[in-house]
């Protein structure tokens, strides 16, 4: 029988015996059932709490807005989104048939639990505490009538849950409006997909299959949201896509070869690790981060000299997802920690996971890295191709005189080597300069 299907008491004792049969699955379900605990023991101001705790829990979460209901949009979050064992088996292409059924058993139960709204929630506190009241009132007649005493005068009672009974309940709703996916992540076709299988399915565990099959195909947790991380603290950052990376005729070599070896490297062909020499301002890091915007399913990960010493630690979950990934180590010293710790990985002493390609951005030369590219500092014809190229992006144009002087008197004030920086600097003052002017 369906908890919708069940009267207030028994959907209350079998939704409580559901959370406690998910064994710590889902934060969501564990409030939950400390909600359903406290209604059953009829610890009113304790469910009320409980309810509120949940409620605020739900409010914070990063769960995706989906399906009309804070509630749903939860299980629906810890099954598809989070990094739980079954998924990270999943991920690895492990298939265990006694975590599958364990799986297909949660699901089954998150499916029932998804039923319960805010109002059959209220509902439920509300109905046991009438008949916790009205069960304490049929006991006191009973003791009063077989004492041969009175039972015009019963004592009256001033409990927390009595007082609590009296006062007027306010539940704030799960409901928020209209359902649908409002927000855009990285694996939308393939999460989109999952999502509507879910709310188009009666019995979840009827799905146990398609989820493994998902996690093993696009990966887990964070990586469905996002394509581009940073390294801070030890920890694995989101960050946001970087704008519109403008190829730039002065280093179209580099980014072929760039290209070429990340696309072998997608394939499953042969790649190589790459050193991107140069100096400061010349385009080594923008280059490589460009990847994004022409290889839609690549992952990229900035590790900040700062940050090196996390690499083996990464390396290892990084190779339990099905998903390929670029590190960047970024503007490493030739004797720094980073490349120390390049060495050792490329000696043997570490294995670098098939799925994960390291590229490594320096000013200085060294570094055990089998490929290298170099980026030099642009001539003054290149430079100011670059400023050309920066302008036609955003669709302003100039004379090639007006560049030139422009770049000359750039080369004069700087007093230093001409770098992409300072064409995309240039670009910018013209831009405006043009927008003041129209």
Request: glycine fraction near 8%.
């Amino acid at each position: 029988m369906r908890l919708r299907d069940m009267n207030p008491g028994e959907a209350l004792a079998a939704a409580a015996a559901m959370t406690l049969r998910l064994g710590g699955f889902s934060k969501a379900a564990e409030l939950m059932g400390e909600l359903l605990m406290d209604t059953w023991a009829a610890n009113f101001p304790g469910a009320l709490g409980a309810y509120h705790r949940l409620t605020e829990y739900m409010l914070s979460s990063p769960a995706r807005r989906v399906t009309g209901d804070l509630w749903r949009d939860q299980l629906l979050y810890e099954i598809i989104q989070t990094e739980h064992p079954f998924a990270l088996s999943a991920a690895r292409g492990i298939r265990d048939e006694a975590q599958l059924m364990a799986m297909r058993e949660r699901l089954e139960i998150m499916g029932e639990l998804s039923t319960l709204t805010s109002e059959r929630v209220a509902r439920l506190i509300s109905e046991r505490g009438r008949s916790s009241r009205a069960n304490d009132a049929v006991a006191m007649k009973s003791t009063a009538i077989w004492s041969g005493g009175s039972i015009s005068n019963l004592p009256r009672r001033n409990s927390e849950e009595e007082q609590a009974a009296q006062l007027p309940l306010e539940f704030t709703p799960w409901k928020y409006g209209q359902a649908g996916l409002t927000d855009s992540f990285v694996s939308d076709e393939a999460l989109e997909e999952m999502y509507r299988r879910f709310l188009e399915t009666a019995d979840w565990g009827e799905l146990t299959e398609d989820i493994w099959n998902f996690f093993a195909s696009y990966g887990t947790g964070e990586f469905l949201q996002h394509r581009f991380f940073r390294i801070e603290d030890g920890r694995l950052v989101p960050m946001e896509e970087p704008e519109a990376i403008v190829p730039l005729s002065a280093y179209e070599e580099q980014h072929s070869r760039l290209m070429e070896n990340t696309i072998r490297f997608m394939r499953g062909e042969k790649a190589v690790n790459m050193l991107l020499l140069g100096g400061m301002g010349t385009g080594k890091t923008a280059q490589a981060v460009s990847l994004l915007q022409e290889l839609p399913e690549v992952r990229l990960i900035i590790v900040p000299e700062g940050e090196t010493a996390h690499i083996p630690g990464l390396l290892q979950r990084l190779s339990g997802q099905p998903l390929k990934f670029i590190l960047l180590l970024d503007d490493i010293a030739a004797d720094g920690d980073g490349i120390r710790l390049i060495s050792s990985v490329t000696a043997g002493f570490r294995a670098i996971p098939p799925n994960i390609l390291i590229y490594a951005t320096s000013r200085e030369e060294g570094g055990p890295l089998p490929g290298r590219i170099t980026f030099r500092y642009p001539a003054l014809k290149e430079f100011t191709g670059m400023i050309s190229e920066f302008l036609e992006a955003e669709g302003k144009y100039s004379d090639a005189q007006a560049i030139h002087n422009a770049a000359l008197d750039y080369q004069v004030d700087a007093r230093e080597r001409l770098t992409v920086t300072g064409a995309l600097m240039i670009a910018g003052e013209m831009g405006e300069y043009m927008d003041e002017r129209l």
